[in-house]
């Protein structure tokens, strides 16, 4: 049947054509977001092959008990690598986002980075920028994630309680300042002695994802981990 399978991924190709994320090239059915050329020529962290022990897992050391930590590649504002990203952001390009999730976790899983995850947790947005956007990023990358590795969602753990202001512009101290207590934690039975994987779309300084993960944190006996699809390293 392997030879219906291919006919069908040509159609595929034909009726439902896919460009590559970052230099707009046409992909086969079988390529994830980017293509061949663009895929090699991404910043990878390889953070998911020693992700207790990396630039970004050292962030959260100290901070809340962190489990291991990864991202997929290294962010570079205004560069090629963040198209895909700012797609999905400001360009309603849902189908990017679910694509980045689903090429991250097929690169993730050979090594083991989602082994004992219990639960895929997306950062949350507050409830006005959602509603603006029409979606949380984090969220729609997390579908794409789940789709590979067959782990669940769980988008109501913890909400955001307050509309705090953009961190582009901001130092890591009023970063930190911005994003204090503005989570809550909402269903704390829901993640009790269970693994959690926080995802975020981009970690900068992840003043954000301590402020969340302390708010997860008063949940009993919960691991916390924490993925993204790319770090802005400083």
Request: with cysteine; glycine share 6%; hydrophobic share 40%.
């Amino acid at each position: 049947m392997s030879w219906i399978n291919t006919i069908l991924s040509s159609l595929r190709g034909l009726l439902f054509p896919r460009y590559c994320c970052v230099c707009g090239r046409r992909i086969t059915p079988s390529e994830g977001c980017f293509c061949i050329a663009c895929s090699m020529m991404l910043p990878r962290t390889g953070y998911q092959n020693h992700p207790y022990d990396n630039y970004l897992a050292q962030l959260f050391w100290g901070r809340f008990p962190i489990e291991r930590a990864a991202s997929w590649f290294f962010y570079r504002s205004h560069g090629d690598v963040a198209l895909p990203i700012y797609d999905l952001k400001y360009h309603e390009r849902i189908d990017v986002g679910i694509r980045l999730g689903e090429q991250l976790a097929k690169e993730f899983v050979p090594s083991g980075f989602f082994n004992g995850i219990d639960l895929l947790v997306p950062l949350p947005l507050a409830k006005k920028r959602e509603h603006w956007r029409g979606y949380n990023q984090s969220e729609i990358l997390a579908q794409g994630i789940s789709m590979v590795t067959g782990i669940p969602i769980a988008p109501h753990i913890v909400e955001r309680t307050s509309f705090s202001k953009s961190q582009t512009t901001m130092t890591a101290h009023d970063r930190a300042d911005n994003v204090a207590n503005v989570f809550r934690l909402v269903n704390a039975e829901a993640v009790k002695g269970r693994h959690i994987l926080l995802i975020d779309d981009v970690i900068t300084t992840g003043a954000t994802i301590k402020s969340c993960a302390k708010e997860i944190c008063k949940a009993h006996n919960v691991k916390i981990s924490v993925l993204s699809v790319a770090f802005a390293k400083h």
